[in-house]
């Protein structure tokens, strides 16, 4: 079953009371509802000259969205699983997609959907069901002889949109796909022969992407090493005791592994250090600016300005407000003039500053972000995308 659009679907006084009977602490569970509220009531987005407010559901690219809806999902199953006389063999939930093992047959299950359908106003949820196979997230589940079986599953738009092997990233993370990819596959896969045809597949599809046949092949070969029994155990995430130090990636920075690796002898002697830092601090990239992120944003370009002009923001103690011209026409030497179409304030970002000289008014200073310039001609403050039409004799 999967759950129809749960995040927007989430009524505000059922999640947050689903959060409240979640904590035992009745304190604690006040004020983390109190924090979930304030998020769910603030979600504002603008289009286009307009801005909203979410008024229903959490807003998907929120933080808190896929645990408050985890919660949300648990107290509701609970209290319709607890009402049936009727219950799944298993079942399992991942968000909003649900796998069940039915076995009182074909006319209770349809009941048990109907009114699982009908338990809350806003939930709904689609049912696929079969006696022989049905998929679940990227695992095909077949029953073949009286056992359960798994495989692979990859959706008919899947095309291996991996990470190319020449995008701007460390070698390990590229090493670590394959290997990662190849782990997964044997996870899933309960046939060692039906596992080797799917990891055939995934090495040229890595081949596609440029990456090192050898280094592919290197990779699978030792995923395909770990015992399936031990992919499938539960295991606790280790303690690290380990400083990250965060840096953003370039190939110039390969000697800080060395340099970190030197400092262990001073660490490991000095109380204080030892202390504060724990163990050898762990190197940590960020990932640089992409092109999609320098090129594009996510904000649609306004084509009108309401209050276009220049204008003190009145800020309080700023030390620019007193100083800034107000108006939406300036004018420079020889009584050239331009009209203003945007609006700015002290507070602007990505500007470059036209200063009127009170002592000498045939000249203006031009100020950018790196130089000072002082020029004859009228340059006005407008943003960088304006400036091939705004340079005036």
């Known amino acids: 079953m999967d759950v129809e659009a749960l995040y927007t679907n989430i009524p505000h006084k059922d999640g947050l009371q689903a959060v409240k009977n979640t904590i035992p602490d009745n304190v604690t569970a006040n004020l983390v509802a109190e924090l979930c509220d304030f998020v769910l009531t603030h979600s504002y987005f603008t289009f286009g000259d307009n801005v909203y407010l979410q008024i229903s559901g959490t807003a998907m690219g929120t933080r808190m969205a896929p645990q408050y809806a985890n919660i949300f999902m648990a107290d509701l199953e609970q209290c319709f699983l607890s009402s049936r006389p009727l219950t799944p063999l298993l079942y399992l939930r991942y968000i909003d997609d649900i796998f069940i093992i039915w076995t009182h047959g ?24 079969s006696t022989q196979e049905i998929h679940f997230l990227d695992t095909t589940v077949l029953i073949n002889n009286g056992h359960i079986n798994t495989t692979l599953y990859r ?51 890595f081949l596609q992407l440029q990456y090192p046949p050898a280094e592919v092949k290197k990779q699978i070969d030792r995923a395909r090493r770990v015992p399936r029994s031990h992919l499938l155990q539960d295991r606790p995430n280790k303690e690290n005791n380990r400083t990250p130090l965060a840096v953003t990636f370039s190939p110039q920075l390969k000697p800080l592994q060395r340099i970190i690796k030197d400092l262990q002898p001073i660490l490991k002697d000095d109380p204080t250090l030892s202390q504060i830092l724990g163990d050898r601090p762990v190197l940590a990239y960020r990932q640089p600016p992409n092109l999609k992120q320098i090129l594009t944003n996510n904000h649609i370009p306004h084509n009108r300005t309401t209050n276009p002009g220049t204008y003190p923001f009145n800020k309080a103690r700023c030390q620019l407000c007193p100083h800034i011209y107000s108006g939406d026409t300036i004018t420079g030497p020889n009584n ?48 960088i995308d304006q400036l091939s039409a705004v340079i005036l004799k």
């Open 155 to 205: 959706k008919p738009t899947d095309h291996y949109s991996y990470l190319h092997a020449s995008s701007f990233h460390p070698d390990h993370t590229t090493r670590s796909i394959v290997y990662s990819q190849a782990l997964q596959y044997s996870r899933t896969c309960s046939n060692p022969s039906d596992r080797d045809i799917h990891l055939q597949d995934l090495y040229q599809a």
């Open 336 to 383: 050239i003039s331009h009209t203003i179409r945007g609006s700015f304030t002290c507070t602007s970002t990505n500007v470059i500053y036209a200063i009127m000289c009170q002592q000498c008014p045939s000249a203006m200073y031009i100020v950018s972000l790196k130089s000072l310039f002082f020029v004859d001609k009228l340059i006005l403050s407008f943003t």
């Open 106 to 129: 074909k006319e209770a299950l349809e009941e048990f959907h109907h009114d699982f359908n009908y338990f809350h106003p806003t939930i709904n949820l689609s049912l696929v069901q």
